[in-house]
């Protein structure tokens, strides 16, 4: 069924002047801070099951749905959203999603998104040099150089790394599947993309151990060397230890540095989860949080979280490039015709066979925006996090457990785990505000991520006003 693009123009117009407002009236606050609603209203709202079975849309129709598909949608660019690691897309970006959606160039292979392969080149290679190593020549020599490939999300990007980890230490696994020794060292609080890992590849969650941790579940880089011998007397072998940058629940860094030099020490593969924190390496007042980084044998880093790109692009990075290839011993010959100077096939590297156009929304901004005003945006939510943070230990009532690394913190009001859950959900649910909870310590905190350039003082005095009156409400038994 193929129409005149141009008789779906005035469509594409309409569309993006509904955004437009939608989005304007979203900045101003003018609109509920959450589009959440129950499922069944949801379902009635948008009538969806209709529309699937009789088709037939028309650009009066569309506009309606349009509406109403915003107003049930997560409210990004609201300031009183300020809830889960989800960049509020910049627009050079989100164009760059309308360009793909035409031109649905499936990348893996050269040939089918040359453009597109070109810039995943491009890319990658920026970010192998922002994390202090060498990027891949176009005409690869005999010289070590950094790579890595551009994934569907930071947990395929875990799981590519640790593919590659597996492949260091025993690479006869992906024939005769994974040997029954391997242990990975991992952070008490790692995300929980990184037991799903270590399962996909064949070690067994339990192979994932935790490392002692020091306050908040920050790695004692003291217990690392201890940690691997101990794994060694037992005649098991450390496949990888990994460290945060940060851990999604606290927004606290492990020792990069010093986990990195016991790991070089003991030829242990040094796997860095940077997949929220790995975007401080744009600014010089945020980088030495993630200090040592260079060190890793592999880093993953999202830039639909800092980098104000809609999801997904992430990265799976190498300081040694052949790792990359190594992790996937399986040539597919249809597709693979090797390494070649005049095209770049990122399929030998990933999961995925067909993949999306991912460098081009990451280009978009680095090419409006530039390196430097992202940079200044993530140290303005940092700083703006400590801030935030000050501001609620002033309040009486409140508790906040540690001062803020990067734009997460987190806090609690009064001493009750299931009333930090209700405040949480009664606000949403009312379209006050969106803030997420995360369980740390043994206690339920009320979390926030502060991705919106637009959140201010004035919203979080706001925040803190609604938390309490919530919180009354709900003693007073009122939904
Ligand atoms: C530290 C960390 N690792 C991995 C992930 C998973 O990344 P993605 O959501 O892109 O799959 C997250 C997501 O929040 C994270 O914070």
Redesign the pocket.
């Known amino acids: 069924m193929t129409q005149d693009i141009q008789d779906f123009e005035p469509v594409f117009n309409d569309a993006v002047a509904r955004i437009t407002a939608h989005i304007s009236g979203q900045q101003r606050a003018e609109t509920p801070a959450s589009g959440y609603a129950p499922l069944r209203d949801i379902l009635k709202s948008l009538d969806a099951q209709r529309w699937i079975r009789d088709g037939g849309m028309d650009r009066a129709q569309f506009s309606g749905f349009l509406e109403n598909y915003l107003k049930h949608s997560v409210q990004l660019h609201h300031p009183m959203h300020i809830a ?2 989800v960049a509020v897309p910049d627009y050079p970006a989100a164009l760059a999603e309308m360009i793909t959606g035409f031109m649905n160039n499936p990348m893996a292979v050269y040939e089918m998104g040359p453009s597109a392969a070109a810039l995943e080149f491009v890319i990658v290679n920026w970010m192998v040099e922002k994390i202090g190593w060498q990027p891949r020549p176009l005409k690869v020599g005999t010289a070590r150089h950094g790579g890595g490939v551009l994934t569907h ?6 799981l590519t790394c640790l593919l590659a980890a597996r492949a260091n230490i025993a690479p006869e696994a992906w024939r005769e599947g994974a040997p029954h020794d391997l242990v990975v060292l991992a952070p008490p609080l ?2 929980y ?2 037991e799903r890992a270590v399962a996909i590849l064949g070690l067994g969650a339990d192979a994932v151990r935790p490392l002692q941790a020091v306050a908040h579940g920050v790695v004692d880089p003291a217990g690392v060397r201890e940690a691997i011998e101990a794994v060694e007397a037992e005649g098991r072998r450390c496949m990888a230890v990994i460290a ?1 940058a ?3 629940a606290t927004g606290l860094h492990d020792p990069l540095r010093e986990i990195g030099a016991v790991c070089q020490e003991t030829s242990t593969w040094f796997h860095v ?5 790995a975007s401080a390496l744009l600014d010089t007042r945020t980088a030495g949080l993630v200090d040592g980084i260079e060190l890793a044998d592999s880093v ?1 880093w ?1 830039a ?2 800092m980098l104000q790109v809609p ?2 692009c ?1 990265a799976a990075l190498f300081r040694d490039d052949t790792h990359s290839a190594a992790a996937f011993q399986q040539a597919a010959s249809y597709l693979a015709y090797g390494e070649d100077v005049d095209s770049y096939d990122s399929l030998p590297r990933a999961v995925e066979c067909t993949k999306s156009s991912l460098a081009l929304k990451l280009f978009m901004n680095l090419a409006w925006r530039g390196e430097a005003a992202l940079g200044d945006f993530i140290h303005a939510r940092y700083t703006a996090a400590r801030e935030f943070a000050a501001q609620i230990a002033a309040r009486p009532g409140f508790e906040v457990p540690f001062e803020p690394e990067s734009n997460i913190l987190m806090f609690r009001f009064g001493d009750d785990d299931a009333l930090m859950v209700g405040i949480r959900d009664a606000m949403m649910r009312r379209g006050e505000a969106h803030i997420t909870s995360a369980e740390v310590g043994g206690k339920r905190w009320l979390r926030l991520t502060v991705m919106n350039a637009l959140t201010e003082a004035a919203h979080i005095d706001a925040l803190l006003d609604l938390i309490e009156h919530t919180a009354q409400r709900l003693a007073a038994g009122a939904a």
């Not at 989860?273 to 924190?277: P, Y």
């Open positions: 889960h690691q999300g930071g947990s395929l990007a875990n790692s995300h993309s990184v945060n940060c851990t999604t989860d940077g997949c929220h924190g993953v999202d639909h979280k999801a997904l992430a």
